[in-house]
Each structure stands twice: as C-alpha cells, then as structure tokens.
C-alpha cells in the first residue's frame, strides 16, 4: 500500500516537472528541443514516460520526439552513470592521438562511446572538438578539463573515480 | 555603479551620459589585472588565479584601485595561461598559482617587471615586455577581436566604457536602413561562417521579401573540429554579437532574433544569455530600443549534438523542433526560411565585424585586405605548430606567414607537410602552396575552402591517408540521412578509405574514390555532402604517392597507419635499461643487462608502448 502511495506520489511530482517545463516555453511546439534537453537535464535521459507525457500535451506523435531524441546525438534515452568522462576526438585531439586514448578507455572499461561501463560508474562520450585545441589532447570529467592527456593518465583520472566509489561504498559500510 | 545599472537608457544621450559616467568612475592610477579564462588557459587552471587575484586586490591597500578581470581568450593559448596587466601591456605568461602574489607585489603595487614569466623569443632568446613586442601579436589586426582580453565578458558596462554601442545610437540616430546595408556593402564584407556569401546582398533581399515577421538568426553552432573563433567572441565579448544583430535587424526591419548555440558550448550560453539579460535591463534589447521606434528581442537555442546543423536551413528546422535536416535551397530562405518566413542567418564572427564597420566606415574596412575579400580573418591556428591559438589577420597573408610568422613554425624541429582549412569540407594545402593568398576565392581554387576558420597544421609524421579518413568518418557519421548520395557515398568512401589504411587497397581504388566524389559534388542536396569529398580529393591531388604506397607497397610513409610498419630496437641507441620490456603488454620484448633488446615481430601486436616508454628513442618506427 506504502509503495503504491509513493509510485503516485512520485507521478504527480513528474507531472509537475514537465508542466513547468512546457510552460517555461509557452507550450510552444517550435520549443520542443530545449524541453527536451529541460526534460534530460532534470532526469539525466529522456525517460520513456516523460517522451509519452509529452507528446500527448503537445498533441505530436511519439514517433516524432523519438526522432527527435535519436537525430541528436546529446540526447540518452538510458540513465547515464555516476560520472561523465568526455574524451575529444577532434581534428587537432586525434591527430595527438586521442583516438587511441579512445580504444583503451572502451577497452578496459567495457564501454562504448556514447554508453554507460557496466558498473554505472561513468557515462563516456568521444565528442568532436570542445573548442580547447590548444591544450590538445583533451579529457573533460564531471566539468573539469584536463589538457595533454596520454592514454597512461587518461586511465589513470578515471581510475580514480572508481577508487573514490570504492572509498565511499566502504564507508558507508562501516 | 549600481545606480547606473538598474537604469534604463531611453535615448541616445542616456547612453552616452552613461559612458561618461563610467569613464569618470574610473581613477586615473586605476591597474587592472587581466586574466585569461578563454577554453585554453581555463583548461589549464586559470579560475583559480582569478579567484587568487580577486582576493590579493581585496586585501591591497585602500589607496589603489586595483580591478582583476576574468576576461575571454586572449589568443596565444599556447602560453597560457595569459595575464595582462594593464596600463603598461604587460604580458606574462604561463602563471601558475604561486606566481599570483609577486605578480600582485612586483607589478601590480611595485610596478616593476617579473622577468621568468615574460614571452621569450625562442629564435632570438629576447624577452619582450608588452604585448606588441610578441611576434605572435605583431602581424595580426584585430578587428572581430578588438575587445577580446580587454573587457570583463560578464559586465554591459565594461563594452559601453569602450565605446560599446555606439555603433548602434549612431545607427539609430543618423541612418536609414538603406544606409546601414549600403556601408556593408561598402565594406565588402563576406559572410565568415564558410560560404563568403555578401552580406549586404543577403541582408537586402530579406528586406525586400514580402512577408512577416522577419527573423534574423546568428548561427553559433560552431561545429567544425579544430575550430573555436566563435567561441571565442561569444565567451569573450558576447555583446559584439548582440550589437551586430542589432544593426542587422534594424537594417531587415525584424523584431525578432535567435542565436544557435552548439550544445558543447555551455559557457557561450550562459554569457550570452546574461549579456542578454544585460542589455534588456538597459533597454539595448526590448521595446523602443534607446527611445527609437525600433524593437528587437534575442533567444536562444542550443543545438543538441549534430553538425549538419551549421548548415542554415538545417538550422532552421532544427529551431522549429525538427531533426535537423537540410533542404533544397532553390527557395531561398531570405524570402522563406524559419516558419516560412523572410529569413536572415549570418554567423557569429559576421555579425562582430557590423558594430566596427559601422563606426569605422566600410571604407576604412574594405581598405584591408584583397580585392574581393575584405576586412580580417578569425582562425584557430592549430596543430603540429609552435604557437598554437586563435588569430586575426589581414584577408591576402599568406599561409606561410600565418604558420611561420604567427605560429611560430613546426613543432619539435620538424617538416611542414600540409595545412588544412575548412573543417571537413575543407581540404589539406600542400607546402608548394604555402605562398597563396588566405582569401575566400584563393582557397577554393586550391581545392579546399575559407571555411569559419579552422587551421590545422600537419607535420612529416602525418598520415595524409589518414586523415582523409578521418573526415570522411566524421562526415559520414553526421550526415543526416535524407538524400541518397551522401547517406550511401559516404559510407562507400570510407569503406574504400578503410581498406586503403587497413593494407588492403586494391588496384582502382582511387579512381574509385574520384568517381564516388564527382557523384557527391554533383547530386547532394546540402553543402554538407556536396563538399564532403574535398578531404580526399585534395589529399589524392597533392599526396597521390601516399595512397599508392599504400596500395602497392602496403606501406605507410608517414608511419601512421597500424599495420604497415613495424616497430624495431636501434640496437646502437638502445641502453638496455629495460623500461620497453617491464612495460611491453605481450611479453615481445627480450634482452638483459647491457644487451640491446629486441622485439619479436610475431609476437609483437604493434601497440606502440615501447615506442612511447623509451627514454632513449630507441625504440624505431620502420
């Protein structure tokens, strides 16, 4: 009973969140990106019921947000995990070999550009140029940019956030 | 200065009242503290000598002002990060945290000079004090970047102190729209996003479209890789832009505007969006801009992650809540662009050249540069070059200048092999071309293109094979899948291009590839895949040799390509200290004490870690 009154409790609340979404931009269809990436940047994805909730108050066809949702390439329709690790794969990056750095971080994290590592513990993406080309190759995680990245340091950053969620977990065990 | 934020300007008295005001605030011992928070120096930890001279000016004594400034890119990333102060134009460079408090005692209160952190000239072992005495600065003309590093990007007042726009009372106070396209055009300016379209012409047509409203749209969805002039401006001096559109709208006779900001670029829309707020407040944006019968209002929209929405009709669907997929352009989207509407797109490095030309005159703007290409040029000079960052230069410098003069020439004593402009839909420039004129026309007929300014620069150990591969993967990644030719020529192209690099080219390959490329030139619907074989095709025109050795021998000249080198131990160089054997992945590598080691080829999986270990150069790519 305590769990279904939560479940409704919990739907009520997104109901909220995306009315104040839709009127932020006056219900307006033209406006149906930037309530999208509202709608990512409050969840973290495009939640499948919030895509359905949507459509319906804009009266558009799902498939159109789904479009929508698979042309552009920054929105997920998965959670994303603990951290974001963004690795620049532009020009200037993958001539000093960030394309490289790229293969090793899929490889021993068992991600793919654009998925999650099995763990959840990071969301990697390989964009094309962050504008930094001057401090080439270049690694942004969780906001902070870090410049001249070799595949050794690259590995090494990341490891440590799964040294940080480590130290956490054993925390909170204690 | 609070009293005169809050207030709104209603005439174009008001506005100059206000930058007398500012002016006369200011004290004449007055130092300010520059320091660079551009993409660059930000990477390298520039907020936090921000925040240490916001706390070292707080703590001086009472008796100097002393003002630091988080100001946009100051250009010679390279160095960064960069603080300037000011007066004086002194440039140091590569601060680091403890290098904040004598700065702070030696120059800022002393006034005298730290010498270990001025630009030393590697060629001549000079120091230079100020910012004109750098050769990086000397040959450059600043113009869309006039302000960049001077003003605080956060604070309308700091551009109205400069004379911010002034561009626009005189605009509204002593010109018709007529008048206002007539001195663009005057100034021959072209449109800087890549195409060189006039901007006088595009402007007139939307004004004579029949239909309204009208929309004008700055395009900031600055998707080139290798590319950040526009960033630059919009985090270094948003309100240029907001100025240029201004002018533009006033000119068009449109009430409404967009910027289009690509989704990486979150720091361009927050400063834009404050800058915004800013000039609102003031009524520079709004109703009755500065008293005048003339309204314009800005939104933005950030892009969402695709390229093919630099391209402006895509642009505009995307703006209308669509997929970003181009159209046909026969109509033209001056007469019927966003909702159908007379439409005016221009991207963000065009509209910061309007406030200038307007007040310096278009003559004194076409008096730089060629004959058909007027004013300066934003690039990001990139790459295997000494002094990488963002520059402005006169239209008609040679390549050989820029990279040269500017740049400082190539990187760790090695050999120039191509430049490549454009973006993706630009093309790789030879050396035996070095000495063409950078204009729009120039460019072209080398086979590449002006493009919004990418320069990237490639050195001997450059694969050209590669890097063809590399935008045609790109391209190919984000092209959107409407018309045929570029969704399936472009796939074919890099599966071609793949198996060249792979060591499996086949005889015909390259006539292959020209066919595929005539094919995308002549039937693609957009710019995207109508230029989308310019990589390779200028690689093929100027680096035929490479593709062939490829091909034929399956060797890779530039030792790029995995599989076609392998890795050997120079048995004289090597000292046996055993680094490449404690780190080789697969166990390849054998020796001992004092004997060279060598590295079993069937063993050796070509991962390149003894290449990257050894402390020696030991290790040899043959």
């Keep these: ?174 | 200065m609070t009293v005169l934020s809050n207030k709104r300007l209603n005439s174009i008295s008001d506005l100059d009242d206000m930058r007398k005001e500012l002016l006369s605030l200011r004290s004449p011992s007055a130092k300010s503290v520059h320091v660079c928070t551009g993409p660059g120096c930000a990477a390298k930890g520039s907020p936090k000598l921000y925040e240490l001279f916001c706390e070292a000016a707080q703590q001086a004594d009472a008796d100097v002002e002393i003002i630091p400034k988080a100001v946009g890119c100051h250009g010679l990333c390279e160095y960064g990060p960069i603080v300037l102060i000011q007066p004086g134009d002194i440039f140091y460079q590569r601060v680091e945290e403890p290098d904040v408090a004598e700065i702070f005692r030696e120059t800022v209160v002393g006034g005298r000079l730290v010498e270990r952190l001025l630009y030393e000239n590697p060629v001549t072992g000079q120091k230079a004090e100020t910012v004109d005495k750098i050769p990086f600065y000397k040959v450059q003309k600043r113009i869309a970047l006039a302000y960049n590093g001077l003003v605080d990007p956060t604070k309308i007042t700091d551009y109205i102190a400069l004379g911010g726009y002034s561009a626009l009372a005189k605009v509204l106070s002593s010109m018709t729209d007529e008048d206002v396209i007539s001195e663009v055009e005057t100034a021959g300016l072209r449109g800087r996003g890549g195409g060189g379209f006039p901007t006088a012409r595009k402007w007139r047509s939307c004004k004579e479209a029949e239909g309204s409203p009208r929309y004008v749209i700055c395009n900031g969805d600055e998707g080139d890789p290798g590319a950040f002039m526009d960033r630059a401006i919009m985090e270094g001096n948003p309100h240029s832009v907001i100025e240029g559109m201004l002018i533009g709208a006033y000119a068009i006779g449109s009430s409404d505007g967009y910027i289009y900001v690509r989704n990486e670029y979150p720091l361009s829309v927050e400063r834009l969006k404050l800058a915004i707020e800013q000039a609102k407040e003031l009524g520079l944006l709004g109703e009755n801009i500065l008293g005048s019968s003339f309204s314009f209002d800005i939104r933005i929209n950030r892009g969402a992650g695709a390229f093919v929405c630099g391209e402006s009709t895509a642009l505009m669907a995307s703006l209308q809540g669509r997929t970003g997929e181009p159209r046909a352009k026969y109509i033209h989207t001056v007469e019927s662009g966003l909702w159908e509407k007379p439409t005016n797109l221009n991207n963000v490095e065009t509209w910061a050249n309007v406030p200038a030309i307007i007040n310096g005159g278009g003559k004194s703007f076409a008096s730089i540069g060629t004959e058909k290409s007027k004013g300066t040029k934003v690039f990001s000079l990139v790459g295997k070059v000494v002094n990488s960052g963002l520059v402005e230069v006169p239209m008609g410098m040679t390549l050989r200048q820029i990279i040269d003069e500017v740049g400082g020439g190539i990187r760790d004593g090695k050999r120039f092999k191509a430049v490549q402009t454009g973006g993706p839909s630009g093309g790789c420039i030879p050396e035996e071309h070095l000495d063409a004129r950078v204009d729009f026309d120039e460019l072209t007929k080398l086979g590449s293109m002006m493009g919004s300014g990418g320069m990237i620069v490639m050195d001997e150990d450059t694969c050209m094979v590669n890097v063809a591969k590399y935008f045609t993967n790109f391209l190919q990644k984000e092209s959107c899948g409407k018309c045929t030719p570029c969704r399936e020529g472009l796939s074919q192209m890099l599966y071609i291009l793949d198996r060249i690099t792979d060591g499996e080219g086949q005889a015909g390959d390259l006539e292959r590839l020209e066919e595929l490329a005539e094919l995308l030139e002549g039937t693609a619907l957009c710019a995207l895949g109508k230029t989308a074989a310019n990589p390779t095709m200028s690689t093929i025109r100027y680096f035929r040799d490479e593709y062939e050795a490829h091909i034929k021998e399956k060797r890779c000249p530039a030792k790029e390509c995995r599989g076609l080198f392998r890795y050997e131990i120079d048995s004289e160089a090597c000292k046996a200290c055993g680094i490449c054997l404690k780190n080789c992945p697969v166990g390849a590598i054998t020796g001992e004490k004092k004997v060279a080691h060598v590295i079993d080829q069937e063993k050796c999986t070509l991962c390149g870690i003894c290449w990257e270990k050894c402390p020696f150069a030991a290790v040899l790519k043959v």
């Design chain 1, 1 to 174: 009973m305590l769990r279904i009154c939560k479940v409704i409790q919990n739907m009520a609340q997104d109901n909220n969140i995306l009315e104040q979404i839709v009127d932020r931009y006056d219900g307006e269809v033209g406006m149906l990106i930037p309530m999208m990436q509202d709608i990512q940047a409050e969840y973290g994805y495009l939640p499948l019921d919030q895509l359905h909730a949507l459509a319906k108050r804009l009266e558009l066809p799902l498939s159109r947000l789904y479009a929508v949702a698979t042309f552009y390439s920054s929105f997920r329709l998965a959670p994303k995990g603990a951290h974001d690790v963004t690795l620049c794969v532009g020009t200037v990056c993958y001539l000093k070999g960030s394309g490289a750095i790229s293969e090793a971080i899929c490889r021993e994290f068992r991600v793919e550009p654009g998925g999650t590592t099995p763990d959840r513990l990071f969301t990697f993406q390989a964009v094309n140029c962050v504008g930094a080309c001057a401090v080439a190759p270049v690694m942004i995680v969780d906001g902070k940019y870090y410049g001249g990245v070799t595949t050794a340091s690259a590995l090494e950053v990341i490891s440590g956030l799964a040294k940080d969620k480590a130290a956490v977990q054993k925390e909170g065990e204690i």
